[in-house]
């Protein structure tokens, strides 16, 4: 249950603080309606997409004029487009988080095409629009702040969720690229790794059509326990991630990589130790295709 808001009345903004203007996707609830709530709680001012419309009326009846709601489906770039002019339209954005998304379940070979369209469509290619549509008027205004809500699958690989995985590898890639093409902009890029968050993720899951030959193995193990599972299994506090996020936005030289989650760093570190040690042992090959004269 989402803390209750306080009135805007009682939330002035302290003087030391500039007013700063958000847009975040998906804030339907999860981490995107944590993060919203958090800013419009420190001040400032947000563009909150939805899909349910209604569903930040809540927040909307607390916080008045300092939030504005859209309805948008980030895999429709005609509504990415329309959406995103109409937010700069009415004054520039200090930071935007790409946070929509979801996650498909099964072995790769049950996903439909279309199944695999929407999955990477969701996770990578609306965050790559969303940030181009904001990376002109950052750069001419001086400046601006990019959250990826990425995932601990985002540098770990697991079964059952290769298609999300897909997304995330390929959204933290992409961020490593653009974030040095901009880098002497002022528009810094952080991606947000998070563990195993209550936020609902597990209810929200979707599933391909089980078949046989999978049922067994450890693709089978991994569907039955996120089929079962609930969020009182999870550990990670979605109110203290969107609190560490938004402090994040605040450091003048934010890390490009923010792991939150004990559960984030010992799987990312044990990867990441695994394929350092994979490399090393390649060193001498890798000099070995070199021409020789």
Do not use: C
């Not at 800013?39 to 419309?53: F, I, K, N, S, Y």
């Not at 299994?233 to 991630?241: C, H, I, Q």
């Amino acid at each position: 249950m989402p803390t209750p808001a306080l009135p805007t009345s009682a939330l002035p903004t302290p003087a030391d603080k500039a007013v700063r203007r958000w847009f975040i996707t998906g804030a339907s609830g999860g981490l995107g309606r944590h993060l919203t709530e958090h800013a419009l709680q420190q001040g400032d001012r947000v563009t909150a997409t939805v899909r349910r419309p209604g569903a930040l009326d809540d927040l909307r009846a607390a916080y008045g004029e300092r939030l504005t709601v859209e309805t948008l489906d980030v895999t429709r770039s005609a509504d990415i487009d329309e959406v995103t002019a109409r937010t700069l339209a009415s004054g520039p954005v200090d930071i935007l988080v790409n946070n929509a998304g979801y996650g498909l379940v099964g072995a790769t070979e049950e996903m439909t095409v279309e199944q695999i369209r929407d999955q990477v469509e969701t996770l990578l290619l609306a965050p790559m629009l969303i940030t181009r549509a904001f990376l002109k008027p950052m750069r001419e205004q001086g400046g601006g702040r990019v959250i990826q809500i990425s995932s601990m699958g985002g540098q770990v690989g697991s079964p059952v969720f290769s298609a999300y995985h897909a997304g995330k590898w390929g959204l933290e890639g992409f961020t490593e690229g653009v974030s040095r093409e901009v880098s002497g902009f002022g528009i810094h890029f952080t991606l947000v790794e998070p563990g195993a968050t209550r936020t609902g993720f597990t209810s929200a899951l979707r599933y391909t059509i089980e078949s046989a030959a999978y049922r067994d193995n450890a693709v089978g193990e991994m569907r039955h326990w996120l089929e079962a599972a609930d969020d009182s299994a999870l550990t990670v506090d979605p109110a203290a991630l969107a609190a560490a996020v938004y402090d994040t936005t605040r450091r003048p030289a934010p890390p490009l990589r923010l792991a939150l989650g004990a559960d984030t760093y010992d799987a990312v570190h044990a990867a990441l130790t695994e394929r350092l040690a994979a490399l090393e042992a390649q060193k001498d090959l890798a000099a070995s295709v070199a021409f020789t004269r």
